[in-house]
């Protein structure tokens, strides 16, 4: 086949555009990312290798090899792993084929630290070798097929694949060599002492041999030992950060470290870590976990989606089990029991360190920020640690800035209230300006404020916290008569007459119809002239709202209308209700209070036009 040029998805070209240009000060971390890519190759090798041994072709000892050639200014990455057919060169160099990528580059702000500092948090892998090389070559053999085939770019936008040299030393052995011809002024990462040094550095813990061949002679540049494996007594900081790093493919600082063994009935070793950061495929919607499984320090997959809930996709590292077969498949592993027993332990021991983690507010704030919205998954679907979840679990108010736990809400309830409320919305400010909540500010009720998707849902599983039932803000609120108000000494507002109110109330059930489920006199509102109420059995409003966005609901609810005896306009339409030809006279101002309501709710009209014709007559009567 002869060679072809082809065009990177546009997504790479920007990254390439970006890391090719941008002055970055750690540029030795390519060689990171290039002998993370090697080792994870070798380690798909040895997992294939389990049910097809003639894919290791004679050659088992798995290793990563660096050689330098001075003269020509090039420095080679090789390894004798899984290698990559054809198409996979195409699929793995020319695209990125991550969710987030979108939301990734959106951030993107043309400032070059910024940049770098945010695509350090995405992790470029391969792309990261054109910070020092103006031209790439890789060659590249898959293990069981006999055609290697060679892969090249400057990073200018495209890049040439085609069949690789077969002829004497050119034949190809498994796995793939990448061929970096540097930059000028990059010729420190043709030094030995220069390679020495960022091997040790960062890729120390590197589970295979990263060998340095100089003048003929070869010699392993790390330990080549498990870091999981070791006692945590002899592994420093800043080697648990590198680990990290290599594990994640990931550029920010780990926000918790869990290293951990445990022996008896179940026998494995684990080094989790808590990314700093939000990974960019944090809400992909497969929802997958991102562990390594390891059998006895064997790669075995980094696709276990059992090892631990989705609700901890968050988790990056490696888990090494001792009591798994090492020819177990993956889907040997969806239903096996230990399996199951380690997923347990695992979300135990993250569970009791998040709790211990807790006590640092400010700290545990940023996780929370990061991932709180995807822990609260499991407030919905996971009955078995839903109490340690809610303990955890942090959220907006409308009494204050910062985060609050269901404990802090508890133990600052007022006298009378028998209930946690919260209100769903898209955002805590808008929520907090919300007519629904002007009872519960007038009482000095704090209402915790819901804003992820996933709130809500978790509420219609959990019912109460502490003997404390849950309830809607947006549901009626007669049970906030018994809360003892903190302006009760205050000589009450000015209201409308009850047998004004009736009729008002009246002719506005009679005027509105279907389009309400009732008309009442309002509990919560005192500056807002009306608002919308759920009933106890109803869906939440937010909640229908956003089924009707996600197609899963055709129809809008009909809602209960409050109005405010104590304000304005209110008791000026109340004195009209009594006057003669009320019904004709009240029966625009009657649908532009419901729309009115609906507005702030971020409800739809039902009929836009007629709202607009409404308000028109209702501007000019004002004018007349």
Same mark, same amino acid.
């Given at each position: ?16 555009? +970006? ?105 470029? $892998? ?71 040094? +960022? ?69 494995? &070793? ?196 502490? $003997?404390?039932?849950?309830?809607? &803000? ?23 007459? $009850? ?5 008002? +109330? ?29 009933? &106890? ?32 306009? +209110? ?54």
């Amino acid at each position: 086949m002869t060679e072809q040029t082809m065009h990177f998805q546009a997504e790479v070209t920007r990254l390439l555009h +970006i890391v090719t240009h941008a002055l970055y000060s750690q540029k030795e971390i390519f060689l990171r990312e290039l002998i993370s890519n090697a080792s994870d190759a070798c380690d798909k090798l040895r997992f294939a290798a389990q049910t097809d041994d003639a894919l290791w072709e004679g050659d088992s000892e798995l290793k990563v090899t660096l050689s330098v050639d001075k003269a020509g200014r090039r420095l080679t990455i090789a390894d004798n792993g899984i290698g990559m057919s054809r198409e996979e060169l195409i699929a793995n160099l020319g695209t990125i084929a991550r969710s987030g990528t979108g939301e990734f580059l959106a951030g993107l702000t043309g400032d070059s630290a910024k940049d770098m500092a945010l695509i350090g948090q995405f992790g470029v $892998g391969f792309y990261s070798a054109f910070m020092v090389a103006g031209k790439v070559e890789v060659i590249s053999r898959k293990a069981g097929e006999t055609q290697a085939w060679h892969w090249e770019s400057d990073g200018s936008g495209q890049f040439i694949v085609g069949e690789a040299e077969q002829a004497g030393e050119e034949k190809r052995l498994r796995g793939t060599t990448i061929i970096l011809h540097l930059r000028d002024g990059e010729d420190e990462f043709l030094e030995p002492e220069r390679l020495r040094r +960022i091997v040790k550095t960062y890729s120390d813990h590197v589970a295979l041999p990263v060998m340095l061949q100089d003048d003929g002679k070869s010699e392993v540049l790390n330990s080549a030992s498990a870091l999981w494996a070791r006692p945590k007594s002899e592994i420093s900081e800043q080697q648990y950060k590198d680990f990290y790093h290599h594990v994640a493919h990931a550029f920010d600082e780990p926000w918790l470290t869990l290293h951990a063994r445990a022996e008896g009935k179940l026998d494995y &070793a684990l080094l989790l870590f808590v990314p700093g950061s939000r990974p960019h495929d944090l809400f992909d919607p497969a929802r997958r976990p991102q562990l390594k499984l390891y059998v006895r320090r064997v790669f075995i997959t980094d696709r276990c989606d059992d090892l631990v809930p989705a609700w901890l996709r968050f988790l990056r590292g490696v888990v090494d089990s001792a009591d798994l077969p090492l020819n177990v498949s993956r889907e040997l592993l969806q239903n096996n029991p230990i399996v199951a027993r380690i997923r347990q332990a695992i979300t135990r021991r993250v569970l009791t360190e998040l709790e211990k983690k807790a006590k640092d507010g400010e700290s545990y704030a940023k996780f929370w920020e990061n991932f709180g919205a995807v822990l609260k998954e499991g407030l919905y679907e996971d009955r078995d640690h839903r109490d340690a979840l809610l303990k955890l679990a942090r959220f907006r108010s409308s009494m204050h800035d910062g985060w609050v736990s269901l404990d802090d809400y508890v133990a600052a309830m007022k006298e009378g209230q028998t209930a946690i409320y919260v209100i769903n919305g898209d955002q805590a400010d808008q929520l907090r300006r919300s007519p629904q909540l002007e009872g519960f500010r007038s009482k000095g009720v704090e209402v915790l404020l819901l804003t992820d998707p996933v709130d809500d849902f978790w509420p219609s599983m959990v019912h109460e916290y502490a $003997g404390k039932p849950i309830r809607s &803000a947006t549901r009626t609120a007669d049970d906030l008569d018994a809360v003892k108000s903190e302006t009760e000494d205050k000589a009450p507002e000015d209201k409308v007459e $009850g047998a004004a109110l009736g009729t008002l +109330i009246a002719l506005l059930k009679q005027t509105l119809g279907d389009a309400v489920k009732d008309v009442r006199e309002s509990k919560r509102l005192t500056d807002s002239a009306v608002c919308l109420a759920a009933a &106890a059995g109803d869906m939440d409003m937010h909640l229908e709202r956003l089924l009707r966005m996600h197609q899963k609901l055709d129809h809008v609810s009909a809602r209960i209308l409050e109005i405010n005896p104590s304000h304005p306009l +209110i008791k000026a339409l109340a004195t009209r209700a009594t006057q003669p030809g009320a019904a004709d006279a009240l029966a625009d101002a009657a649908f532009l209070l419901l729309d009115q309501a609906r507005l702030v709710e971020g409800e739809p009209l039902s009929d836009p036009q007629a709202f607009a014709a409404r308000l028109a007559r209702a501007m000019e009567k004002g004018l007349a």
